[in-house]
């Protein structure tokens, strides 16, 4: 991975989104059928792309709201729709012209007053409030984010009754019906202007930021964060959640303190990641740098990104906490301070997340529910109280409430992050030095990911990776006791293929959102023996790539 001269540093003036130009494509460019790269395309998190390819426009957002007001009349989905947005600029011409439709369409429709933007978390424990005792009626939602993708793009995913990211048999069905109708020139779109979009009857202003913020202390312990009057920061990172923060310290009278409130579209704030793009991305050590900087100011600091979906926890004992570590040190911890829970309630990650949590859960004695990547999969877990935790590698997680009952079943950046904060109320040390406390007693693990270009049909081939292509029988000196195609905790197809060793893992897959594929791996006896697992990993990818 070749890292730009210019990671960690603000953005050049010449690296910031043309915003005019980007709006003007949004509603000015016609995307081509034809062409796969202008098609609707749901990944892993709804339909992601930018105006300027031509890939995210009001065609687009006026086929796929459709398509969703379909989907609703046929399973009989007819209570109000909650919809949100954030901050990327994208996000304010789709909220219009998706309102435009649903409105034609007669659905009820819940938008943030004030103009507030809509943190996905927010969106997801509205449906599950409003639906809460009920069994018909239900609710559901659109929250319109690209997650901490750049500036230039937009997204767009629906969340069903259940609260929780779509699952692929119902964003199949909306994305063959969307293309349908962008292949039909929006011939069978219903809608109304904007304005009387706004003004019509089934338009309804919600209050999510009061709902949201006045239910926290029922997921998390805020008292003692209060009574240990520690100091606590936050980067919102210019994202959805900029005016949460400071509501959330007057509500609970927190000693927390917000060092960036500006939004702008083209995130000018924000130090430039990796590879030279500006991300919103919490993970990122590269986009962290400012926050990084003043950890010393604070007994604990966090990030979330755009859509708020994702934390990133910076401590003063170990900077920026990769997202494995800190899954390992939030299971640990709640799993020991949650008597409410339920004893059969289970740990939930992804085939690519850390095998610390598999040691952590061992040693807490509970049950470790593996399954593939996407949040999707923790959905029915989360909502039936069988999972009090699930979690992925990218930051994403939630879990259950103090009784034991649902909080959201889509990612929450918010309350991992304020969870941190009462780790460190209630231990007296920051998750960071929780964390080397479970290396000493499990090993200290060695992770890396990584990423190269991949056509659409190397994504498919990789995808139907095989455990006859491992002709492999070690990995990196020690013997193969598993390869794995589909997930130990729901059988599911994992879309690439995991092989296991004794003090090491690889995992390859394609990337369901972008045109690169990712390497996985991990390793308990250090860096080196990490570098070997990865070699060996990219000769069986590049093998199967040729071959194909």
Known sequence: MKVSPL?????????LVNVPKLIT??????????????????????????????????????????AICLYRKQHQIDGPLFLGMDTHALSVPAMASSLEVLAANGVD???????????????????????????????????ITPSHNPPYDGGFKYNPPHGGPAQSGITGWIEAKANEFLAGGLRDVLRITYEKALRASTTHQHDYLTAYIS????????????????????????GAGVHYWGRIAERYGLNLTVVNDAV??????????????????????YAMQPLIEIKDRFEVAWACDTDHDRHGIVTRSAGLLPPNHYLSVAIFYLFQHRPKWPKEAAIGKTVVSSQMIDRVTGK?????????????????????????????????????????????????????????????????????????ELTREFGEP?????????????????????????????????KIQTVLTHAPGNGAPIGGLKAVAESGWFAARPSGTENIYKIYAESFRGADHLRRILEEAQTIVSATLAAG
């Open 7 to 15: 990671a960690g540093k603000p953005p050049e003036p010449g690296m």
């Open 264 to 285: 702008d579209p083209t995130f000018r704030f924000m130090a430039v990641d990796w590879d030279g793009q500006i991300r919103m991305d919490p993970s990122s050590p």
């Open 446 to 478: 060695a992770y890396d990911r990584v990423e190269a270009p991949a056509t659409p049909e190397q994504k498919q081939l990789l995808a139907k990776l095989s455990p006859q292509q491992v002709k492999l029988t070690e990995l990196a000196g020690e």
């Open 25 to 66: 494509a949004y509603y000015a460019e016609v995307p081509d059928p034809a062409v796969p790269a202008q098609r609707v395309a749901f990944g892993t998190s709804g339909h992601r792309g930018s105006s300027l390819d031509k890939a995210f426009n009001g065609w687009h957002i006026l086929a796929i709201s459709q």
């Open 364 to 436: 807490l004695g509970r049950k470790l529910y593996e399954v593939p990547v996407g949040f999707k999969w923790f959905v029915d877990g989360l909502l039936s109280g069988s999972l009090g935790f699930g979690g992925e590698e990218s930051a994403g997680a939630s879990f259950a409430r103090l009784d034991g009952t649902v909080w959201t079943t889509d990612k929450d950046g918010i309350v991992p992050a304020l969870l941190a904060a009462e780790i460190t109320a209630r231990m007296g040390r920051d998750p960071g030095e929780i964390y080397h």
């Open 215 to 238: 239910d926290l202390g029922n997921v998390i312990d805020m008292n003692a964060i209060r009574g240990a009057k520690i100091s606590l920061g936050v980067d919102p990172l210019g």
């Open 109 to 143: 429709v819940m938008i943030a007053d004030r103009e507030e933007y809509t943190p996905t978390p927010a969106i997801s424990h509205a449906i599950l409030t409003y639906n809460r005792g009920r069994q018909t009626g239900l609710a559901d939602g659109i929250v």
